[in-house]
């Protein structure tokens, strides 16, 4: 549903502000209010769903998408399409935080890779098949049919819990650090809006400016509240863990890779001499295996997990480099193919890896700064590989996403013990 959800509205919006009256400036914020306020709300779901029923929660989440998901298409105008899309993204925090705190609740910590590998698999396919699917949805009924469709899998979703135990832990205190978990919302939301602003959105230049300014003065605030209180909304004996640091880090630059090769591999100068057909491959040796392997990356990550994310990290890195120095369409082609089963063989498994860290009764908080960590640095990622492409040309786009990968991969070797390997 999640990767639907942003693909398909990406898709949708030429469409949306055609058709619907309101500024046509209203158009970019269709995703990023959807992505800002799933930023912010995620840290602040896993907290609640730790100290709820973890299985009321998730469908509490999954309501609040369904009814947002038939709204939307029905929206009367841009402003009321955009604030049903920020509700849509507190929602889809709900159901990410509450989904993972389950998990955590029910699964050891031994048996998390192999989950995380059919969830790998699940998000991987919807991933690769999501511009396909959002297209194909326009086509038939038009945009509007982009909102209902993660609405009716939500609306399933929340029928699927049904008779479900409630997982609610004893053993979280019922006080949280709520300003705590407030500001780094807002830190987050402002600096992910504010680099989404800058990709490509046309939008002026004062308004990412606003955002970076109230970026700063909430983390300044945060870092004030943290320090006070004996119990602090961000988890940091977590990020004192450097497994855990490092394999989020590993997985928000494996994603980083991903959107900046969709991005760039196309305006390669390459693809001018490949055909239609030759360029459909291409995009699809760069996806579908994230469809495809993430079981098989589950199996591999029994014994070799650690080396299974450096080679692939590593990779990635070296096809990077080969990219600067030639454009020969069939190196194109087997770099997409190389990027691809790097992708594949690694979706899921530093999830896993880093969760097994995290224990049941903290699993929301966890899983949710994991995915905070995750969203930021891809979005980081993707804005800079879009600055210096502007600057120097489209494949300095995917040095960025390079680089970041040989330093993820460096991380994980050095933080990771070959022994939990």
């Avoid at 959105?201 to 004996?230: D, K, M, N, Q, Y």
């Avoid at 896993?352 to 980081?380: D, N």
């Amino acid at each position: 549903m999640f990767p639907l959800a942003i693909t398909g509205a990406t898709a949708a919006v030429p469409d949306v502000t055609a058709q619907l009256p309101g500024a046509a400036a209203l158009g970019p914020w269709i995703v990023l209010a959807y992505n800002g306020l799933f930023a912010a709300a995620l840290l602040l779901a896993g907290v609640v769903a730790d100290r709820t029923a973890r299985s009321l929660f998730f469908a509490v989440g999954n309501i609040v998408v369904a009814a947002t998901g038939i709204l939307s298409a029905l929206a009367p105008d841009l402003s009321s399409l955009v604030a049903l899309r920020a509700v849509a993204g507190i929602g889809a925090a709900m159901c990410a935080a509450g989904g993972s705190s389950m998990i955590l609740a029910v699964y050891p910590p031994e048996e998390r890779r192999r989950v995380y590998g059919y969830a790998g698999a699940v998000l991987g396919g919807s991933l690769a098949l999501g511009p396909v699917v959002a297209q194909a949805l326009m086509a038939i009924g038009g945009w509007p049919l982009v909102f209902v469709a993660p609405g009716v899998v939500a609306a399933i979703a929340t029928s699927a819990t049904f008779g479900l135990p409630g997982l609610r832990s004893p053993e979280v205190s019922d006080g949280f650090d709520l300003r705590g978990a407030v500001l780094f919302g807002v830190t987050i939301a402002a600096v992910v809006t504010a680099l989404g602003l800058g990709v490509g959105t046309g939008v002026p230049w004062w308004e990412p400016g606003v955002l970076f300014l109230v970026a700063a003065g909430s983390a300044a605030g945060l870092i004030r509240v943290e320090r006070r209180v004996p119990d602090p909304a961000i988890p940091v004996d977590l990020l004192r863990i450097p497994a855990y640091r490092a394999y989020a880090f590993s997985t928000g630059a494996f994603m980083g890779m991903l959107v900046v090769g969709l991005t760039v591999l196309p305006q390669l100068g390459a693809v001018q001499r490949l055909g239609s057909g030759e360029a459909a491959v291409m995009l699809s040796l760069l996806t579908v295996p994230s469809a495809v392997l993430p079981l098989v990356a589950a199996r591999l990550a029994r014994r070799w997990a650690r080396p299974l994310v450096t080679t692939t990290l590593f990779a990635c890195t070296v096809t990077v480099v080969i990219l600067q120095v030639t454009d020969h369409p069939a190196v194109l082609l087997g770099a997409a193919g190389v990027i691809g089963l790097c992708l594949g063989l690694t979706q899921g498994v530093p999830d896993g890896q880093a969760l097994k860290y995290v224990p049941s009764q903290r699993g929301g908080a966890g899983a949710a700064l994991f995915g905070t960590t995750r969203m930021s640095l891809e979005t980081c990622i993707l804005a800079a590989a879009t600055g210096v492409m502007a600057a120097l040309g489209p494949s300095s786009g995917m040095a960025v996403a390079g680089a970041m990968c040989l330093t993820a991969a460096l991380l994980v070797h050095r933080a990771v013990p070959s022994h939990e390997a």
